[in-house]
């Protein structure tokens, strides 16, 4: 089991940027592939990007390649995975979780249906203003 713990949302304006962060602690190495997902009210949550933790792989999905970027900072006995917005419009407004999952390593850590994700963060919102 991994804990996670999302920071960084806020809100701005059309076309600007935020970058978010998820702590992941506990057993990092076994959870080896996290995902940010993003839910607004009434609609299921959608996976955004996912980062393969031994590296470097990354996955997008098409609403935000291109614009979003996945990346991590390994230490010890903790993971902070970032996720960079730029370009943001109204539409990528939500709240923004992460999630944690186990692959091996001949499976890709390609974004999943979120009921595949063993372990959430609390989320963070992000609010894209016109």
């Known amino acids: 089991q991994v804990r996670l713990a999302e920071s960084g949302g806020d809100s701005v304006q059309d076309g600007g940027s935020l970058r978010l962060s998820c702590v992941a602690t506990?057993?990092?190495?076994?959870?080896?592939?996290i995902a940010w997902f993003r839910q607004v009210p009434g609609k299921e949550r959608e996976g955004v990007a996912s980062i393969y933790t031994p590296g470097p792989s990354t996955y997008y999905s098409r609403s935000v390649k291109g614009r979003f970027t996945i990346s991590q900072f390994l230490e010890n006995n903790k993971n902070t995975v970032y996720l960079q917005m730029n370009s943001l419009r109204p539409d990528d407004t939500a709240v923004y979780y992460c999630?944690?999952?186990?692959?091996?390593?001949?499976?890709?850590?390609?974004?999943?249906?979120?009921?595949?994700?063993?372990?959430w963060g609390q989320g963070t919102q992000v609010t894209v203003s016109s």
């Open positions: 999630a944690a999952r186990t692959t091996t390593s001949t499976l890709p850590c390609h974004i999943l249906p979120a009921s595949e994700y063993a372990d």
């Open positions: 506990g057993n990092i190495y076994r959870s080896n592939c």
